[in-house]
């Protein structure tokens, strides 16, 4: 079967091209790609190349397909895998595998490290590694886009799993949030940032009893806060506030005195920027955890972090890189259960959009760019819909149907353009 997909050659070098996967063998399966989300992650594999740790040296030779935040249909089962799986499945990936013989080993990923399977294609061959690592992941919910947002809400997922406190006295760490605690937030209304709120908000098991969520972008607050509305977090037990730390001479003060004056038992910086990471250890209270989410793009990065907190405080600090397929899991069930992230998505856009969007990812304001295989389409913000409907009738109608739930993407505007995107030209 020939598929179309973005292969990586070298450094900035994506190639969308036409080529024949090879039959599938007893122990694979092909699938069909329905929807992408372009990460900041496949930025950087495009923009490292060989230098990056998940993909090969010999791309050049032999490509590897980018994008690893993917779902769609599986269409042939071999014969291994025909009593788990069979034609007509959602799926999601678990791209973090953790296989040690992949590729490039340890590190090895769909999207990053393979000929024949990425997100951004229309078809691909499943190799044996992602089943029996367990990470071909069933989606039963609407549409697709959420299952290719799994992957995304899986990493602030694991974020909050990965949180923990101590018990003076004791050497055994409570892994997790504080349950009724105080959380901030920190730069957290970009993509990544409103995964987490929207999580924090739908959360079962635990929460914090007040959730404060901080920019300097008063717009971007705003849109936030018209999607994650305090009414909707009180209803839910927690007190939610949304403050514009550019906007006043002394951040910490307003973020201590809105907590009453006692810090943070969770504090998590979404933005790998030195003074928001000391803004965060600053308002941290007593055996408080800062999580340090946004990973940064050079190695050298660095900030302050106050020892003597350390020592009398029990202050500490966490990273974590991704989400595991536990994780992925919670998300998938999360969204099956009705938690929609139409939030994160503000372009939608076609296969053909993939090389220009990746490499300049950075540069493209908004969140998340979904993308679809299948579809031949600008990339566009859906906030551009109606602009275009002036001349295009499916933008006009995508536009409608995005007005009907708030100006978010959806599930019907979804199976619209996949209905009708050959009237999109």
Same mark, same amino acid.
């Given at each position: 079967?020939?598929?179309k997909?973005v292969?990586?050659y070298?450094?900035?070098?994506?190639?969308l091209?036409e080529?024949?996967?090879?039959?599938?063998?007893?122990?694979?399966?092909?699938?069909?790609?329905?929807s992408?989300?372009?990460?900041?992650?496949?930025?950087?594999?495009?923009h490292?190349?060989?230098?990056?740790?998940r993909?090969?040296r010999?791309?050049?030779q032999n490509?590897?397909?980018?994008g690893? +935040?993917?779902?769609?249909e599986?269409?042939?089962?071999?014969?291994k895998?025909?009593?788990?799986?069979?034609?007509?499945?959602?799926?999601s990936?678990q791209?973090?595998?953790?296989?040690?013989?992949?590729?490039?080993?340890?590190?090895?990923?769909p999207?990053y490290?393979?000929?024949?399977?990425?997100g951004?294609?229309?078809?691909?061959?499943?190799?044996?590694?992602?089943?029996a690592?367990?990470?071909?992941?069933?989606f039963t919910g609407?549409?697709?886009?959420p299952?290719?947002?799994?992957?995304?809400?899986?990493?602030?997922?694991?974020?909050?799993?990965?949180n923990y /406190?101590?018990?003076? %006295?004791?050497?055994?760490?409570?892994?997790?949030?504080?349950? !009724?605690?105080?959380?901030?937030?920190?730069?957290?209304?970009?993509?990544?940032?409103l995964a987490?709120?929207?999580?924090?908000? /739908?959360?079962?098991?635990r929460?914090?009893?007040?959730?404060?969520?901080?920019?300097?972008?008063?717009?971007?607050?705003?849109?936030?806060?018209?999607?994650?509305t305090? +009414?909707?977090?009180?209803?839910?037990?927690?007190?939610?506030?949304?403050?514009?730390? %550019?906007?006043?001479d002394?951040?910490v %003060?307003?973020?201590k005195?809105?907590?009453?004056?006692?810090?943070?038992?969770?504090?998590?910086?979404?933005?790998?920027?030195?003074?928001?990471?000391?803004?965060?250890?600053?308002?941290?209270?007593?055996?408080g955890?800062?999580?340090?989410?946004? %990973?940064?793009?050079?190695?050298p990065?660095?900030?302050?972090?106050?020892?003597?907190?350390? /020592?009398?405080n029990?202050?500490?600090?966490? !990273?974590?890189s991704g989400?595991?397929?536990?994780?992925?899991?919670?998300?998938?069930?999360?969204?099956?259960?009705?938690?929609?992230?139409?939030?994160?998505?503000? /372009?939608?856009g076609g296969?053909?959009?993939?090389?220009?969007?990746?490499l300049?990812?950075?540069?493209?304001?908004g !969140?998340?760019?979904?993308?679809?295989?299948?579809?031949?389409?600008?990339?566009?913000?859906?906030?551009?819909?109606?602009?275009?409907? +002036?001349?295009?009738?499916?933008y006009?109608?995508l536009?409608?149907?995005?007005?009907?739930?708030?100006g978010?993407w959806?599930?019907?505007?979804e199976?619209y353009?996949?209905?009708?995107?050959?009237k999109?030209?």
């Amino acid at each position: 079967m020939k598929t179309k997909a973005v292969r990586l050659y070298g450094k900035e070098d994506l190639r969308l091209e036409e080529f024949e996967l090879p039959a599938i063998k007893d122990d694979e399966i092909l699938a069909k790609v329905v929807s992408d989300s372009i990460c900041m992650s496949s930025y950087k594999a495009a923009h490292q190349a060989d230098t990056h740790k998940r993909v090969p040296r010999d791309i050049a030779q032999n490509p590897t397909i980018i994008g690893h +935040e993917f779902s769609g249909e599986i269409v042939e089962v071999g014969a291994k895998w025909q009593g788990q799986f069979k034609p007509g499945d959602k799926f999601s990936i678990q791209p973090a595998m953790n296989f040690a013989g992949g590729p490039v080993g340890i590190y090895s990923a769909p999207g990053y490290s393979y000929p024949n399977i990425g997100g951004d294609a229309t078809y691909v061959v499943i190799p044996n590694e992602v089943m029996a690592c367990g990470c071909l992941l069933p989606f039963t919910g609407k549409g697709f886009y959420p299952a290719s947002l799994s992957e995304p809400l899986s990493c602030v997922i694991g974020a909050m799993h990965a949180n923990y /406190h101590t018990t003076p %006295g004791s050497y055994v760490h409570s892994m997790e949030i504080k349950d !009724g605690g105080k959380m901030a937030l920190l730069a957290s209304v970009g993509p990544m940032g409103l995964a987490a709120i929207n999580y924090v908000l /739908h959360r079962e098991d635990r929460k914090p009893s007040l959730l404060v969520v901080t920019d300097i972008n008063q717009e971007r607050l705003d849109r936030a806060a018209s999607l994650y509305t305090v +009414e909707f977090a009180a209803s839910r037990g927690i007190e939610l506030k949304y403050v514009n730390t %550019g906007a006043t001479d002394d951040p910490v %003060g307003l973020l201590k005195e809105i907590a009453g004056g006692d810090g943070y038992n969770d504090v998590f910086c979404f933005a790998p920027v030195a003074p928001v990471v000391e803004q965060a250890d600053d308002i941290l209270a007593y055996d408080g955890c800062l999580n340090f989410f946004a %990973g940064p793009s050079k190695a050298p990065f660095k900030a302050p972090f106050n020892f003597y907190n350390v /020592h009398y405080n029990s202050t500490h600090v966490v !990273g974590t890189s991704g989400g595991n397929t536990d994780d992925m899991k919670e998300a998938l069930k999360m969204m099956s259960a009705g938690m929609d992230p139409a939030g994160l998505v503000t /372009h939608v856009g076609g296969l053909n959009a993939v090389v220009e969007t990746t490499l300049n990812l950075p540069s493209i304001p908004g !969140g998340k760019k979904m993308i679809y295989t299948h579809v031949e389409m600008p990339l566009t913000a859906i906030a551009d819909f109606a602009k275009k409907g +002036e001349t295009n009738p499916v933008y006009a109608h995508l536009a409608e149907l995005c007005a009907a739930h708030n100006g978010l993407w959806n599930v019907e505007a979804e199976e619209y353009l996949l209905a009708n995107a050959d009237k999109l030209a």
